[in-house]
């Protein structure tokens, strides 16, 4: 008797997903990497923040760094299955890909989730009259949002990835 | 043929880390509930801060409260399934179990990670010499730690749900 099929998702939505979520990921970094930094003039020069400054955005700037390896890796992987319908690895990768998108969706997941609390609640302690920290805040919020949008994607493609398991029973 | 058993791990197993699970939640639900608040005395009488003061700690008390909510009845299912061999809703059940215990892992992770983001950025903002500040920190910080862990066990029975899932393909 034939194995039954590995995948019960198609190939193709699989690989659909990993670039959204790729592409979700990337424009967060740029929105961090390239703009966000703000400066406040005050009576000693200068004031320079970063958004690296804050512990909780530098762990979303990490999960994202993380989560776009991880998504080329699988995306390369997946444009190989979908052009030549091998799957290198076989079964052992199956094994991988599900506790691979299972971590990475909760790096994804806790990235977003400690970088919209800070924003939140430092939209409460500061001066939000000051255009410069409102915008500074408002591109956090963005990187943050695609940065979730992105979780949303790789949560996906671990319940595809789920039911792609080998049955162990 | 006779269908193939439907559940992978062991449900004593099962049982075992819902049980974990819930305990973690517990113990930090009664830290946040019942001990956190921290009274300053100012110049125009004391301020109090409650823990539910910041949005992240709220987000973690609403996380842990829903998390404690769908293991307590985990808990019962897998009770009655350990006692009496038979599985309440049969392989329905196994769906709603896997896509129940991945949101449920994915909400007590943002929680732990919203909490544990807040808690970093306010020991660099705040005054740590004032022994009720850091008390009031500390207590945030056990409180996380133990949905962090709850967590990790709401993980395992996500991984232990996902496979158990009928075979699709």
């Known amino acids: 008797m034939a194995p039954p099929p590995s ?4 190939p193709i939505v699989s690989l659909l997903v990993r670039i959204l979520t790729f592409v979700c990921l990337l424009i967060s970094v740029i929105i961090i990497l390239i703009t966000n930094t703000y400066t406040q003039s005050s009576d000693f020069g ?3 923040t970063k958004f690296t400054d804050f512990r909780a955005y530098r762990y979303l700037l990490g999960a994202i760094v993380i ?3 991880y998504t080329l890796f699988q995306t390369a992987l997946t444009i190989f299955l979908v052009s030549t319908g091998n799957r290198i690895g076989g079964d ?3 094994q991988l890909d599900f506790y691979g998108d299972k971590v990475i969706s909760y790096v994804l ?3 977003a989730a400690a970088s919209f609390g800070m924003t ?3 939209k409460t302690l ?3 009259s000051d255009s410069g920290v409102d915008k500074f805040l408002s591109k956090a919020d963005a990187a943050t949002s695609l940065c979730l949008l992105g979780f949303l994607f790789a949560a996906i493609s671990s319940i595809f990835s789920a039911f792609s ?3 162990r029973a």
């Open 109 to 111: 997941a806790t990235g």
């Open 46 to 48: 200068d004031v320079k």
């Open 7 to 10: 995948t019960a998702v198609s």
């Open 92 to 94: 052992g990768m199956l």
């Open 165 to 167: 398991l080998p049955k």
């Open 120 to 122: 939140q609640d430092l």
């Open 67 to 69: 989560g776009l390896a």
């Open 126 to 128: 500061v001066d939000r």
